[in-house]
């Protein structure tokens, strides 16, 4: 009886996020800055959104974000001015890498922002509560991917 319980309960948890995903999905897209196919006549620099993971995939990372964010050929600016750096509310050590390499490429404070937001489930959390944390994660990414729209999102 357990077994049915709980596949009950995890068919309609799938259920209602796929639903909320939907929903803000829909909110997103409706908010989100229209595509242009003429890039070079941006008014705002190129925004770049890097997620951060624990241990050695933050140090994989960097590299590519280093070599998009250096100037290209012919040009004295990087590409991507706007950065975003985010991380989970328990990871001390992204953050701290993230500011390491800010302040190794002497960046100015307005060219970066490191967020912290909460993980959707925490190890060794139980499934059932960990549906109201994976929503309220949800939320959080969602107001920060309409706060900071990237224009290239970078996971590991």
Not at 28 to 47: E, F, M, Q, S
Not at 63 to 74: C, D, I, N
Not at 109 to 133: K, N, T, W
């Amino acid at each position: 009886i357990y077994v049915t319980i709980g596949l009950g309960l995890g068919l309609l948890l799938a259920t209602i996020v796929s639903f909320l995903y939907a929903y803000f999905v829909s909110l997103t897209a409706l908010n989100w800055p229209p595509v242009t196919k003429t890039i070079g006549d941006r008014h705002r620099p190129y925004a770049l959104m890097v997620v951060l993971g624990a241990g050695g995939h933050t140090a994989e990372l960097m590299p590519l974000v280093r070599a998009l964010t250096e100037p290209g050929p012919g040009s004295t600016k990087p590409k991507y001015v706007d950065r975003t750096y985010v991380h989970a509310f328990t990871d001390v050590l992204a953050p701290k890498r993230a500011l390491a390499f800010e302040q190794e490429r002497n960046s100015h404070p307005d060219e970066f922002r490191i967020v912290a937001i909460p993980r959707a489930r925490e190890v060794g959390q139980s499934y059932f509560s960990s549906i109201a944390s994976t929503l309220k994660a949800m939320w959080w990414c969602f107001s920060l991917l309409s706060k900071h729209p990237p224009d290239l999102l970078l996971c590991n």
